[in-house]
């Protein structure tokens, strides 16, 4: 496993809802081969077979944004609960849309 493989951002895509335990492990093989290639295209980062993986995973109507992002929700409320200082975790209006903001003195 690569050094992008152990990166957080793979890490959280193991947490995505899938139909498949294959599909999970597609698409974090998918951000740690962008991630270790971010300086190629992206077809030629993802390499074939990874593309036509994560092509075929996106097209299924049952696995939603959500679904993918589930990982990165996780990791993301664990990331505010362990801060210091704490952060505050605020919700826009838009869905799925998470802003964090660490508390200023005086603010």
Known sequence: MSTA???????????VVVTHGKERT??????GRLMENSDLSFSAA?????RQAIRRIFSKKEITPEDI????????????N???PPCCWC???QQSS???????PGI
């Open 5 to 15: 493989d152990m990166s957080w951002a793979f890490k959280e895509m193991l947490g």
């Open 26 to 31: 597609s698409l974090a093989r998918a951000v």
């Open 46 to 50: 993802l390499g074939n077979d990874t």
């Open 69 to 80: 992002l589930a990982g990165h929700f996780e990791a993301t409320v664990e990331r505010i």
């Open 82 to 84: 362990e801060a210091k």
């Open 91 to 93: 919700q826009a209006t």
């Open 98 to 104: 998470i802003l964090l903001t660490i508390p200023m």
